[in-house]
């Protein structure tokens, strides 16, 4: 397995094409003509995208965006706790879009894509972590990584009314449940080139009630036919 940054648009829709095949299988979401999956609040250049490849083709990813005055995608179920937060002083960096191709997914492949994250936090000093998941998972989280529940059990509508539970971990604090696991996300050698990440460009701003419940909305208007500067059609590139 390699681990990377997406430095280009073409790997940034590889691993959201990952995300999409994943959450349609589970039924979290239904099927767009584009074969792609994301939230508005990630088409910014505050986010990171991490994936893992194998045999030159992307498997597994995960996605992080830095707080900033656009809010994040879980303010829509949890503004007040996320205000909590902010309020503390907290520089909050939200994890989402995590998955994995392959039918049997590996702890280790799960540590080193959020090792990926966990560096990107201290690239930008934002050592909050926030994430949302099934509250099944919240045991795995809180074992290996530290993440506490801060919220209710609420119905995310944006995938399709499965449960949801937002998880808070402290990246600076030396009480995580798992040192082996810390030891690994700060010291392992791997590098991630943070600042050949992939930006969008941040003039092609999309309102959460513009995007909808599917990406052809800011598809169509970020890469219309009138922008060459960006590049490949990302139609072709989502196939």
């Known amino acids: 397995m390699k681990y990377k940054v997406a430095s280009s648009l073409s790997e940034v829709l590889d691993a959201w ?13 239904g099927p767009n003509e584009f074969s792609i999956f994301t ?5 910014s250049n505050s986010t990171a995208v991490i994936l893992g490849s194998k045999m030159n083709h992307t498997v597994c990813t995960v996605s992080a965006v830095l707080d900033s005055e656009r809010g994040l995608p879980l303010d829509s179920y949890y503004r007040k ?32 894509l959020m090792a990926g994250i966990a560096r990107f936090g201290v ?26 529940p801060v919220g209710e059990i609420k119905d995310y509508s944006k995938l399709k009314t499965a449960p949801v539970v937002l998880l808070h971990a402290c990246g600076k604090a030396l009480e995580t449940v798992s040192l082996k696991t810390n ?33 052809e909305n800011f598809l169509r208007r970020i890469w219309s ?13 989502a196939s």
């Open 183 to 215: 030891t690994e996300i700060y010291t392992d050698p791997k590098e991630f080139d943070f600042s050949n990440r992939y930006k969008f460009n941040p003039h092609n701003f999309i309102s959460v009630s513009e995007f909808s419940t599917s990406v």
């Open 39 to 43: 939230f508005p609040e990630y088409l």
């Open 123 to 148: 690239f930008s000093n934002h050592h909050d972590y926030v994430i949302g998941v099934h509250p099944r998972r919240i045991n795995f989280f809180k074992q290996t990584f530290g993440f506490e």
């Open 81 to 112: 706790e996320l205000d909590i937060l902010r309020k503390q002083g907290k520089h909050l960096i939200e994890i989402g879009l995590l998955a994995d191709a392959r039918k049997e997914n590996s702890f280790s492949d799960i540590v080193d």
């Open 17 to 29: 094409c990952v995300v999409y095949k994943q959450y349609l299988a589970a039924s979290l979401i």
């Open 225 to 237: 036919s009138g922008s060459p500067s960006q590049g490949p059609n990302p139609f072709q590139l």
